[in-house]
């Protein structure tokens, strides 16, 4: 597949640390077991974060979820570091501004 296809938008979204947590997932063979001993975490730690991840990946591969600016808001919501409200905030102001 060719590197610049739009199915490869989600992955160049990720940060780093989202990659690196993709890499470990795959070396261990999808067990999240294995991923909470490696990051000395608890079991629900690691499956939040996958659920976050996973939730992120779906935002920058949804053509519907608006344009770059705005998929980037909904992947900070989706990774915790935004709450609802504030997307929805940051969003309505986003919109109004491209408005004018």
């Given amino acids: 597949m060719d590197e ?7 992955l160049d979204s990720l940060e ?12 261990a063979s999808g067990s999240l077991k294995e991923l909470a001993e490696i990051y000395k ?4 730690t690691v499956r939040l974060r996958l ?11 949804d053509a519907n979820a608006g344009d770059a600016h705005e ?3 909904r992947a900070l919501a989706a990774d915790g570091k935004i709450d609802t409200a504030t997307l929805k905030t940051l969003l309505s ?4 501004t491209k408005k004018s």
């Fill in 51 to 61: 659920d976050r991840l996973i939730q992120k990946v779906q935002v920058y591969d």
């Fill in 41 to 44: 975490v608890s079991y629900p």
């Fill in 4 to 10: 610049s296809s739009p199915n490869r938008r989600w």
């Fill in 93 to 96: 102001s986003y919109r109004k």
């Fill in 71 to 73: 998929r980037h808001l």
């Fill in 16 to 27: 780093d640390e989202d990659v690196s947590f993709l890499k470990r997932f795959l070396q």
